[in-house]
């Protein structure tokens, strides 16, 4: 069974960056698709990014667009998430997540996502 670890959170001021580390093991990850999720006080769980296995296709949420890179490095099993001019508004949990294959799912719906880490906090002060 995939398994997820998610590492990289802290506090950083408006305007300030952050890169996440969404380290997988427990399954082939060079066949399995990555997302990172996030989800703020009282708010629902949002999409970030994704990318896919094999080629390296990548989509992003609007709020991630033209701030926030998604890479994955196979020979360490491990996607990251490189946030860049983060604003209060990004503060939350940030989660990495699986699909069941290679390719990306719609980040607009968590269901097709079946493998979920226990996500790390991110702040963003003003």
């Known amino acids: 069974q995939l398994q997820l670890v998610e590492s990289g959170g802290g506090l950083v001021q408006s305007g300030g960056s952050l890169r996440l580390s969404c380290s997988v093991s427990g399954g082939d990850f060079n066949n399995r698709a990555i997302a990172w999720f996030r989800q703020g006080s009282g708010k629902e769980r949002e999409g970030v990014a994704c990318?896919?296995?094999?080629?390296?296709?990548?989509r992003y949420g609007d709020s991630a667009k033209g701030r926030f890179t998604i890479s994955r490095d196979d020979a360490k099993n491990t996607v990251y998430l490189q946030m860049n001019s983060l604003e209060p508004e990004d503060t939350g949990i940030y989660f990495c997540?699986?699909?069941?294959?290679?390719?990306?799912?719609?980040?607009?719906?968590?269901?097709?996502?079946?493998?979920w880490g226990q996500g790390t906090q991110v702040t963003v002060s003003s």
């Open positions: 990318i896919a296995s094999t080629t390296g296709d990548t």
């Open positions: 997540a699986a699909p069941p294959g290679p390719r990306c799912a719609t980040l607009l719906l968590t269901w097709p996502y079946r493998s």
